[in-house]
């Protein structure tokens, strides 16, 4: 019982890592462009990113560089998170593995 809350206490802090970063993009303009790479960011592409840059107006080589710092600011937004919880830069590397522990299964 214990591990399916943590699991979904980890679950719900990437969920709220990913609608700060939501939040981030819409303020800046870029809620678009971060709705259409949002399904992308598990690394199992259905479209290529040509296909996204011509969707978005957009090379290429600009939807990698997207994709890339969208990822991380991700995780940097899930570090900053986990960072609220705990103190020390070691017990974030510690809390952020255990996350990825409980959440991978």
Known sequence: AERIYEREWGLALLGAAMGKLREEYADSGRARLFDVLRPFMDGLREV?????GEAMEMSEGAVRTAMSRLRARYGKVVRE?????????????????YLMEVVGG
């Open 48 to 52: 290529s990113y040509g296909e996204i």
């Open 81 to 97: 998170m986990v960072a609220e919880t705990v103190e020390g830069e070691r017990a974030v590397d510690e809390e952020l593995g």
